[in-house]
């Protein structure tokens, strides 16, 4: 993935269709560097035709005018930032940066697009992993941190932005997929779609106005197979971020390519975040914010984003969940084979440790 901070954790899905008068319509584009995947229910073969030729357009846009480091809108406004002008700049990437302010003040600095050069600075501006190259020196890092890059220091003038800060350079890893998703579920709906899974690699949102229509997602522990499936009846995002692909390894020592705003330095005791929430762009920044704010954090941070179903695993493996999550997620025992698109596995009853995961359901 060129840009965004998710490593695929969401691995399968399962569609009833038992009230659709339709065909389901299926497509498959390479954008954002992954794969993009959208299924269409209860529509007709040349409307979603259609449709789907316009949603790979705009796809194909976003990804060149939010890419960091290859040309186009966005590396032009940064190398703006730096020179200290303004820039121009469209709609949907003016949303995206008051998006991204507003969560930043949301999750206490948590998340924050601002920190592109501090990516850079370790070397995640790249498609190529594991990375190789040493990290960047606590000198380096101490430095970039002087300067206290942040979205707060971005301003608008008409159809122009700017930032009073230099060293701010936004990168919108742990947002734009989140974002583009709700752009196409809003195009699909205005479409008269009456349902639809948009999967971005992994993460996804999917909603029905079907009746007994429903989703099945499945979740992937990202060392120890599948934990179970998550349900999803009328319109849910659910977006995953994790640290366990993405990463530089030097001298036998892995760096993780989620890093802390404020430390400058990779998060640690969580290897992944899943959360279930009503827009990908909420779940998606959410689920950075929370990889973050660490096993001491994330809970409250949890509640101060009214997210009620989150699925936390930790470096030993052991879940943490909502009870709200836990309604949702009908999980598979531990040593279970894992089935093909999870869908010939038994859900298990038991939502303890004794024998299967070892879990902790939190309030």
Known sequence: MYMFKKTIFVVALICSLSACQKPVEHAQFYVFGTLVDITLADVDKAQAQQILAQVQQDLQQMHNDWHPWKAGMLVGINRAFSQGRCAPLDQKLKQLIIASQKLERQTGGNFNAGIGGLVALWGFHTSDYPIQTP??????IDEWLQYQPSTQSVYFQGDSVCSSNPATQLDFGGIAKGYAVDLIVDKLKAAGVAAAIVNTGGDLRAYSEVERQYWHIAVRHPQQGLIGLIEITADDAVFTSGNYQRYVEHQG????HILDPRSGRPVSDIVAV??????????DAAATALMVSGLQGWLELSKDLQLEAVLVVDEAGKLYMTSAMEARLALYEHDDEDPQNGADAKPSTEKSTNGSWEIEIVE
């Open 135 to 140: 990290p960047p020196s606590a000198v380096a």
């Open 253 to 256: 020592q892995r760096y993780a």
């Open 274 to 283: 899943t959360v279930l929430a009503a827009s990908g762009l909420q779940a």
